[in-house]
Structures are given as C-alpha cells and as structure tokens.
Nanobody
C-alpha cells in the first residue's frame, strides 16, 4: 500500500518562495507523481506531473514559476514554488500512480494514491 504525507506548507507574502515535500511509503513502485491543488470554492486542479523518466507537465498558471522534482534515493517528491501569487493560495496534494493515465493532461485519472494535503496561503 502507498501512503503519502505532504509537508512544507505555510503562509508567505506574494513574490516569495516555498518548497513542498511529499514523503511516501510504498512510493517507489509508482511511475508517475503529481501535485494538485484546491482553492476555496473551486475544483481541484492539476499543478504539475512527473514521470519516471523525468518528463514533466505544468499548468499554464504555474509554468516557469513552479518546479516538480523527485529525490529517488529518499523517495521524496518536491514542488518548488517561486514568485508566489495570491491566486496560488490553496490546499496542495501530492499524488502517485502507475498507469500513466492522465499524467500528461494533469488529470486525476490514474493517480489512486493521495496525501492529506498541506495549506499554502499567499497574501
């Protein structure tokens, strides 16, 4: 079974940076990883995805500001967030899966394993 735990959320000023981490057990067996977010009153949306070969996809709203990466030795997924904006305020979730379904289009399909979420507030 895969268990994911996010950390690193917090409150920052607009323009600042924050790095989220996602540690997992049983995580190494996944082939695709992702970050999603859900802002108050909005649907959850894909932020960034990563495949086992290092391929990445980003939402237009974060491309050039956010970077998804993974420490293969420690089985930790990261989301480096720079130049944060008010509209980045949301609960951020990491997710993992093996099928590859949805990873290129930032959809939730194919990501059966989820963390509990970590709050990011930008003001």
């Amino acid at each position: 079974d895969v268990q994911l735990v996010e950390s690193g959320g917090g409150s920052v000023q607009a323009g600042e940076s924050l790095t989220l981490s996602c540690a997992g057990r049983g995580y190494s067996f996944s082939r695709y990883w992702a970050w999603f977010r859900q802002a108050p009153g909005k649907k959850r949306e894909g932020v960034a995805t990563l495949d086992r070969y290092g391929g990445t996809r980003y939402a237009d709203s974060v491309r050039g500001r956010f970077t998804i990466s993974k420490d293969n030795a420690e089985y930790i997924l990261y989301l480096q967030m720079n130049s944060l904006k008010d509209e980045d305020t949301a609960v951020y979730y990491c997710a993992a899966g093996s099928s590859g379904l949805g990873w290129q289009s930032l959809r939730e399909d194919g990501f059966p394993y989820w963390g509990q979420g970590t709050q990011v507030t930008v003001s």
